[in-house]
């Protein structure tokens, strides 16, 4: 009788074995919603539920333990997904583990802190960042220079920047808009701000922002940045030294001899760039190379993309999903 339970048993457990299912979000071209996607990943990590990123799979794909809750928050955001039996799931890992594919497993254990750095009142439509965080439906927190000067940052992971003028020079926007309501609600704003945190100028309160900043990411935090946030971030750290900020930005004139004083050493991305010294010419420096690329042959206009390795290089590979 004994050896009768005990053979039933193992039926049992082989059976369910043989039909164990995990669940695979894929993230290529037949994925219904890739933003939600993501955001479903970040709801099961906030759920305390592991899962593995299956990174150049099919597009950077998720799989996920098969649960009820799981199955039916996919449902509830659109997003497709596919049922593997475990079989299916030791074959693609098989796959992913040959030496020869450019593919990885990273297991996915906790939900990271985000933080937006972003300015009260700012349209929803300027932030690109915001729009698609809300829409992925992934918690964040907005936070500005006050929050970044009291030391706020160390309690998040991620930091994202995006519409930014680090240097103090209000976006160089003065040219056109230094008489619209706007412009000098933004300035008053800032130079309310920069007092009331101790600085003299707003150029001052923004490198103290950008230096906390730097020392975040030095600290082990992951700063994703675009727009005017890439290129003033450097500008303000390497003029720590220096004013570049003529008499209507900051109330006196620049430092004649700024471009000299630069401190490439002090910058993140970017060295050995020069400056656009003219307040009226809507650019910071020749980082941004808008006005002075323009090609006018796609056979002369050439340029070499190339692939991370998702085993070696799997921060990299996983930033450019």
Not at 31 to 46: C, D, I, M, P, R
Request: with cysteine.
């Amino acid at each position: 009788m004994i050896k009768k339970i005990v053979f039933i048993l193992i039926c049992l457990l082989s059976f369910n074995r043989l039909n164990a299912t995990q669940i695979l979000v894929p993230m290529d071209e037949s994925q219904t919603n890739h933003l939600k996607s993501y955001g479903v990943a970040f709801w099961l990590l906030e759920n305390d539920v592991t899962i593995e990123w299956l990174l150049n799979y099919r597009g950077g794909s998720f799989l996920i333990p098969h649960l009820n809750s799981a199955e039916e928050e996919l449902i509830l955001r659109g997003v497709k997904y596919e049922v593997l039996a475990d079989g299916q799931v030791n074959s693609i890992k098989k796959q992913i583990a040959d030496p020869e594919t450019n593919m990885e497993v990273v297991q996915l254990e906790k939900a990271p802190k985000i933080a937006v750095y972003t300015p009260k009142g700012k349209q929803p439509w300027d932030d690109a960042v915001t729009m698609v965080l809300e829409y992925a439906e992934i918690p964040y927190d907005k936070i500005y220079d006050s929050a970044i000067v009291m030391g706020m940052l160390p309690k998040y992971d991620w930091l994202h920047l995006h519409h930014e003028d680090f240097t103090g020079q209000y976006g160089k926007f003065y040219a056109a808009y230094h008489t619209y309501p706007w412009y000098k609600q933004q300035v008053a704003g800032l130079e309310a701000d920069a007092k009331a945190l101790g600085f003299e100028k707003v150029s001052q309160l923004k490198l103290a922002v950008a230096t906390n900043i730097q020392n975040f990411v030095i600290g082990g935090g992951f700063l994703f940045t675009m727009c005017s946030g890439t290129d003033s971030f450097d500008i303000a750290l390497a003029a720590r030294n220096t004013d570049i900020c003529e008499s209507m930005f900051d109330g006196d004139p620049s430092d004649p001899n700024c471009q000299q004083k630069l401190d490439f050493g002090n910058t993140f991305a970017f060295k050995d760039f020069t400056l656009e010294r003219n307040p009226m010419e809507y650019e910071y420096s020749n980082i941004d190379g808008t006005r002075l690329h323009q090609p006018t042959n796609e056979m002369t206009d050439k340029f070499t993309l190339f692939e991370f390795s998702a085993k070696w290089d799997v921060v990299l590979r996983f930033l450019l999903r």
